[in-house]
């Protein structure tokens, strides 16, 4: 066969492979391993950051308050007393944030372990860490069927060493459970959102009460330094360096779950898309590569 | 708190970095006690987790819009102390109204 029609044929090969909406297939393509990998990346960052951006929230609210009580008077009408100082963060409303956050981040897990190892009782231990977490949140978006479906799904991967079966389980449980991850973080978001009326919302209401009160109070004094002059001072610069606080992690944490929303939307779209769907050279040769580990597989 | 919140939030911003340039006097107290009933308004909101959206809602946000240009025009020079008072005097009937019809207060 000369060079012209050898290229011919690998042409009209590659050409059925990926016109043909992919009937020959040898599991995750390049592009859909990379969107579970950036999938997983994202839901690990905040399995840590909300547990301890939730205490910190609560710990500077309670803080406020307490300095607040202690310099100005009248206190505030709407100022919980010293039973409540934690109100708005009680443990009951941490621990379904972090309920919510520890899912995520054990889904991420179990879809990156269920693309990457074959181990059984790794991915066994993956989807038990799964379905223990989605079972301790306080509304469960999934239900006990689709939790269990999604252990059926990877105990056929754990059992049958199958490429193929591997990139079925993934797209079963993704679009599953796309349209519930994708509602958790808009929950999570509004609650770190500084204006969106939730947790971060009252660190930034103390915030400003402590600035408002303190300037307020200076205002009045004037150029005298009466004995309080100091406290006011200190509590004018409490106020705003939380309010800084408020901003800066409200963004970031805003920003780090809408991230997971956008990955989990890439990772449904590769997960729908033809599997040599291809942007590159390197994606398209990994691609081949795994065509010539399948044929290879075939032929003995 | 959908849109509502984002309004009320800015609105108590943009009406601090006003107080803060205002010096003592009866403007400054005005806005200073406007300040506070908006500033408990956005406490009750956030006690509730209000989600609603009404057509008291939509007031809400309407009038807080309006108020926020109000007292940014006041911050740049641009309007004066009482009309900002006026338009913020607006703003806290408006959502003392939805969190009455929420049942908030």
């Given at each position: 066969m000369s060079m012209n029609l050898r290229h011919a044929a690998t042409l009209m090969l590659l050409t059925c492979l990926f016109g043909s909406g992919c009937s020959f297939s040898v599991g995750l393509s390049q592009q859909q391993k990379a969107a579970v990998a950036d999938f997983g990346n994202s839901t690990a960052a905040i399995g840590t950051s909300i547990p301890q951006e939730l205490t910190s929230m609560r710990d500077r609210t309670v803080r406020m308050r307490i300095d607040e009580l202690n310099v100005i008077y009248p206190v505030p009408k709407q100022w919980p007393d010293y039973q409540h100082l934690d109100k708005d963060f009680?443990?009951?409303?941490?621990?379904?944030?972090?309920?919510?956050?520890?899912?995520?981040?054990?889904?991420?897990?179990?879809?990156?372990?269920?693309?990457?190892?074959?181990?059984?009782?790794?991915?066994?231990?993956?989807?038990?860490?799964?379905?223990?977490?989605?079972?301790?949140?306080?509304?469960?978006?999934?239900?006990?069927?689709q939790i269990d479906a999604v252990g059926e799904a990877v105990r056929v991967v754990a059992g049958?060493?199958?490429?193929?079966?591997?990139?079925?389980?993934?797209?079963?449980?993704?679009?599953?459970?796309?349209?519930?991850?994708?509602?958790?973080?808009?929950?999570?978001?509004v609650d770190f959102d500084p204006n969106g009326g939730n947790?971060?919302?009252?660190?930034?209401?103390?915030?400003?009460?402590?600035?408002?009160?303190?300037?307020n109070h200076l205002k009045k004094v004037g150029n005298s330094h009466p004995?309080?002059?100091?406290?006011?001072?200190?509590?004018?610069?409490?106020?705003?360096?939380?309010?800084?606080?408020?901003?800066?992690?409200?963004?970031?944490?805003?920003?780090?779950?809408?991230?997971?929303?956008?990955?989990n939307d890439n990772?449904?779209?590769?997960?729908?898309?033809?599997?040599?769907?291809?942007?590159?050279?390197?994606?398209?040769?990994?691609?081949?590569?795994?065509?010539?580990?399948?044929?290879?597989?075939?032929?003995? | 708190?959908?849109?509502?919140?984002?309004?009320?939030?800015?609105?108590?911003?943009?009406?601090?970095?006003?107080?803060?340039?205002?010096?003592?006097?009866?403007?400054?107290?005005?806005?200073?006690?406007?300040?506070?009933?908006?500033?408990?308004?956005?406490?009750?909101?956030?006690?509730?987790?209000?989600?609603a959206a009404t057509v008291e809602y939509n007031s809400a946000i309407k009038v807080l819009a309006d108020a926020n240009k109000k007292i940014q025009d006041a911050i740049n020079g641009l309007a004066k102390a009482v009309d900002v008072i006026n338009k913020v005097a607006e703003a806290i009937t408006v959502i003392d109204t939805l969190l009455t019809k929420l049942g908030v207060i």
């Open positions: 009680e443990p009951a409303s941490l621990q379904q944030r972090i309920a919510a956050s520890q899912a995520l981040a054990a889904y991420g897990n179990l879809l990156e372990k269920l693309a990457t190892s074959s181990d059984a009782s790794d991915l066994n231990q993956a989807v038990s860490n799964f379905q223990s977490s989605v079972n301790t949140l306080a509304q469960k978006s999934l239900s006990t069927q049958i060493y199958i490429e193929r079966k591997r990139a079925e389980a993934l797209k079963t449980i993704v679009e599953d459970t796309h349209d519930q991850t994708n509602a958790l973080c808009g929950l999570l978001a947790l971060m919302s009252a660190v930034k209401l103390a915030a400003m009460r402590l600035e408002e009160d303190a300037d004995q309080d002059y100091g406290a006011l001072v200190k509590l004018y610069w409490e106020g705003a360096e939380n309010a800084v606080y408020v901003e800066k992690v409200g963004g970031s944490m805003v920003s780090a779950i809408t991230q997971i929303q956008k990955a990772l449904l779209k590769a997960l729908q898309a033809p599997e040599f769907a291809f942007e590159s050279p390197t994606e398209l040769e990994a691609d081949v590569k795994g065509i010539q580990a399948w044929t290879a597989i075939l032929k003995n | 708190m959908a849109a509502l919140g984002p309004n009320l939030f800015t609105a108590l911003d943009n009406l601090q970095t006003l107080l803060i340039k205002t010096p003592a006097g009866s403007d400054h107290d005005t806005l200073q006690d406007q300040y506070d009933k908006l500033w408990d308004q956005a406490q009750d909101l956030v006690d509730a987790n209000v989600q």
